[in-house]
């Protein structure tokens, strides 16, 4: 055993940390099941998410719980790892603590896989007015705010107003903003389309910005095209290159034109955490960690960033790695066993470089209609959709989730229904101005 | 037609308001599906709560979906029944309006169904160390304490101040009471059990506090005896004719005596909506409606109060009519039936008198555990159990509903656990004394 290996105590078993229990996180924990070693999994979250879903509990499609396992769940049978609840404010890498909280957690090892959120790109008092979709609350949010716009477009006698009510802008052109533009207009067209008596919610304009010349820009280009072209064909009205300069309170600004629009969804920018921050190595444009070829941070081989936090290219084909599960989980698991090795053997070895296995990569735009890049062919419309459903049920974790998703899937599909159409928290509607709810017809 | 029914303008179909989509409201706006009037079902909130369901969420077992559905779905096929989201503020009786927000809304008739809220006694200041149990967000606000309390519990180094965060003090031994009892035990010593490393959640005191000298009060001697004896089987220390007198911010006082308990869990008082005191008629100590027999308000025919708002006998035994989902269902059928057959008339007729059907009453104490008066006999455990869970799947609204939470309850019932254990809102832990993350074993 070299000092460097187990530094603060002769005999003790090495501690493993593992910041964030998301995709990578989970996968490095599992990796140290039978090692002989302490890990603790530290969240800020009770559960982990599982977050190529999130878009259908904001659009009403699946309950929180559906797609939210609690992570003691998940580890519960790993003996050797405890769970966490609390934030990380810091790392020390020189005397190898974590900061949680008011409190020191110390390491050996560090598996940094605290993920990424939305950024505005300086515009961050565009955030009240365009939620992005990260967590379970952020989803919350985005369904109240979806169902309660079609609530207050049905009590507004002005007809700009109700327009704009009825207008969703979602910026973003990404499998997050492509999945939402499509389950939005199918909520308008089909979900709610006989709920109101007042409101027509098949006229309500769902439109999605993209900055490049194309949709889904990690998929292949036949992905991205046909995914606008079915997009389209639904309703959608998608504007490639356009730039967003400016959200103020009614309109959604494009340079010098406008678009009255209640509603705004950002699936723009992602950052990484800012757990980055504190380590003192260089950062990309993202503030992503820029990793070693075997995900350690440079300088602390010790210490690894995966996931979303990390700015990692295949060693091979020299491309990044893009920042979806798939790398997640794959980087996750390649750190999980270089720790397990070096534990086992007590000492450092020759590190592999990491590998990205493109698997495929699908994007779901409406019933029946998704795109999927696999084996370098672009399938699309309902082949792709039954294989998009598929693997994503297949992925979830807990028997009961899946059991449960598919149930929700296969009543709407028969049904063409949405179950979880819940307007919590603040369930007030806000009309400027006032219908004349005393005239006939109407309320 | 006399202008005492058809008041404002001639030839214009009656407008029939009603107040809260709850079980009553439904009942009342659903008699009228094949009349010649117009139905404005008014709600603050989008959708119906099965509220006997509640506590499944509070507890872990549901996701809010599960027992709540649009109400808008709902009625989506009644025609002549348009839903206003928005507050009613304010009726008068002279003018015949209802206030929603800054709005009029006039009526023929009026049903109030506005259901009730739970009460402090005048002792508001313990709102919010001891929530109560009536909305969607209620339930997820108490899940979130319920799941954080052990997690902070896991965190704590100094042991009275762990106990104290082990300790769940509910008090009223009503159905809502004896149910969160039962579950929150259940999850201390079984679901969780295996999930934390450092505390031992079976340890965990559940007291269940009871001002009467019996549990169920509603229902029959021989359940609230089976009850308490079931629940104390369990682990729950229940302490009947036990008056609490303070609620601090440690402790639960009773007189002289107290317990530091941490999480409080309000299951005793209920009002009825502040929608009753604007009508300037007698109301009962809980703010109920004293209502006519056949369920208006007095003086004012053409205006019925129904449900958890009213305070009804029994024609026929003079008995109080329970503030249970029967009586709602019950009264809001029968004035529904009163103002269907008085616009198919076009005028007044003799009204009958409400008389309550007792349909039997039941209360789940835990896995396998339940019981229940159904005609005049009292049954218990399983058999009373599977009555339980068959009766209410079989009344929740829709087909999705019922096939969801059967899957979840079978899962829950094979695996002993509780698929809905998400901490959402503000997911911080509040750790008293810090424990010592960096001694070993622990974290």
Known sequence: MTPELYPTRAGRRPRVVVVGAGFAGLQAARQLARVDCDVVLVDRRNHHLFQPLLYQVATAALSPADIAVPIRAIVRDQANVQVLLGEVTGVDVVRRVVNVGYDEL?????????????????????????????????????????LLAFEEAELEDDEEVRRAKLTFVVIGGGPTGVEMAGALREIAAETIADDFRRVDTTTARIILLEGGDRLLASMSEAAGERARRDLEAMGVEVRLETFVTDIDEARVWVGEHSVPAA??????????????????????????????????????????????????????????????????????????????????????????????????DMAT??????????????????????????????????????????????????????????????????????????????Y
């Not at 893009?322 to 070895?349: K, L, N, W, Y």
């Not at 019933?367 to 082949?383: E, K, L, M, P, S």
Request: with cysteine.
């Open 106 to 146: 110390r390491y050996d090892w560090l598996v940094l896989a605290a993920g990424a959120t939305h950024t505005y790109f300086g515009n961050d008092r565009w955030a009240p007015r365009a939620p992005g979709l990260k967590t379970i609350e952020d989803a919350i949010d985005i369904r109240r705010r979806v």
């Open 263 to 360: 509603n705004v969804i950002w699936a723009a920018g992602v950052k990484a955490s800012p757990v980055g921050e504190g380590l003192d190595v260089p950062l990309d444009g993202q503030g992503r960690v820029l990793v070693e070829s075997d995900c350690s941070v440079p300088g602390h081989p010790h210490v690894f960033a995966v996931g979303d936090l990390a700015a990692q290219v295949d060693a091979t084909t020299g491309e990044s790695v893009p920042g979806v599960a798939q790398g997640a989980i794959q980087m996750g698991r390649f750190v999980g066993r270089i720790i397990r090795d070096e534990i086992t053997a007590g000492e450092e070895g020759i590190r592999p470089s990491f590998r990205y296995i493109d698997r495929g």
């Open 365 to 442: 735009i409406g019933r029946a209609r998704a795109v999927a890049d696999i084996g370098g062919r672009t399938f699309h419309g309902a082949f792709a959709w039954v294989l998009w459903s598929v693997i994503h049920v297949a992925f979830l974790i807990g028997f009961r989730n899946k059991v449960l998703v598919m149930v929700n899937w296969a009543w709407q599909w028969f049904v063409q229904t949405r179950g979880a159409r819940l307007i919590t928290g603040s369930p007030s509607v806000h009309v400027e101005e006032p219908a004349d709810l005393s005239r006939d017809p109407g």
